[in-house]
């Protein structure tokens, strides 16, 4: 039971509701008598009502795969099998003797991550797995160029593989450990797919030479120029991959 | 197992907001909201208490920030941020006024960002913060109102409000 006139820790429970309904009353009886006192209490009301308007906002961030509680446990599990593995791998090579061991630790330490493999992943998710929506869903370049360029300045154009039949469709970002990324999706007729991905080369700006890489039944083409890195995945071996390489020159 | 991350799901998005409310950088926050998921998930069987998992992940992410703060100036300079934070506003009146308590808001230190989240515009019980900072909830109930006032000061005279007077 509050008494009266009100502490100032009985009006903000009142404000935030945690008062008891027959506290709730007779706070409200009081205020109605005394002009001063609710006028503040109402300035407080509006700021946190205010708040909340502000902050919906924040509710609807584009989605990070990378916080996926699925994606999050295999990470996990596989973290700690690696961790075994390394374990193992160093027990072994302490038994063998001094210069195999330090061959295994050269071993154990070269688990770097492969180049643009965070496109290779997105890729996966979005193109092959087709979760979640697109964050803008558009045909051909244009309306593409303008929605990339509001996120990356000065960044290289969107290829264009008209020639080879695709299309630009839909457009999303991510967030990625390097920074912010977006994967942009093109499709042909026969329903294939290829995507532009980009991102910055991250806080130790790692820019890339020019290369390929192949990934299970994928293939990136990734480079940089001075902002960003980039890549371009499809399909491995297929005829679409032929095609864009006649047509292409990455 | 399926079940647990499906209220994670829903629960990410005010992660990530609280997230973004402390650090105030997208990809930062990212970074904190994904750490504070690992040590919610490395911990789930022996960690996780009775009651409400949005108020136990909030202190997670919490503790998370502190100690990254504290251990290093890193976050600061850590990634660059997208360009532009415009999307998504409610309407334009709305969002011109909320601007401004949301720039009063932002001046704010961490902690009282944190308690009005928390209580404003998540709605937990001072029980619950009481529990998240670990200290009796008379204390939570003076440090919300000390970071009631401190954002009514830095607000005042940004809003203009309708002011009521009673004419005699």
Known sequence: ?250 | MNDIDEQLREIIPRLRRFALSLSRQPSSADDLVQASLERALSSWGEKRPEGDLRAWLFAILYRQFLDAHRRSRRYARMLEFFTGRDDAQPSVERSVVAQSTLEAFDRLPAEQRALLLWVSVEGLSYKEVATILDVPTGTVMSRLSRARQALRQLSDGEITSPSLRILK
């Open chain 1, 1 to 250: 039971m509050i008494s009266l006139p009100p502490s100032e820790r009985d009006l903000h429970a009142y404000i935030d509701h945690q008062l008891s309904e027959s506290d709730r009353r007779l706070l409200e009886t009081y205020l109605s008598s005394h002009p001063q006192l609710a006028a503040q209490v109402q300035a407080w009301q509006q700021d946190a009502q205010q708040l909340r308007a502000a902050l919906g906002g924040a509710l609807q961030q584009p989605v990070n795969p990378n916080l996926d509680p699925t994606l999050i446990r295999q990470r996990l599990k596989r973290q700690s099998r690696r961790h075994l593995a390394s374990a193992a791998l160093l027990l072994i090579a302490l038994g063998v003797g001094g210069l195999s061991g330090w061959q295994a630790r050269e071993m154990t330490l070269a688990s770097a991550p492969l180049p643009m493999t965070d496109a290779l992943q997105a890729y996966r998710l979005f193109a092959q797995q087709g979760v979640l929506p697109a964050d803008l869903e558009v045909r051909g370049n244009g309306a593409m160029q303008a929605w990339l360029d509001r996120y990356f300045t000065q960044a290289e154009r969107l290829p264009d593989l008209r020639e080879a039949g695709f299309q630009a469709v839909s457009g999303r970002l991510l967030s990625t450990d390097q920074g912010p990324a977006a994967m942009v999706l093109y499709e042909d007729q026969g329903g294939h797919r290829i995507s532009f991905y980009i991102r910055p080369p991250g806080p130790k700006n790692y820019l890339l030479p020019r290369g390929s890489r192949s990934d299970g039944e994928l293939q990136a083409d990734y480079w940089s120029d001075s902002g960003y890195n980039y890549a371009m995945v499809s399909p491995s071996g297929s005829a679409v991959a032929q095609r864009l390489q006649d047509t292409q020159k990455f």
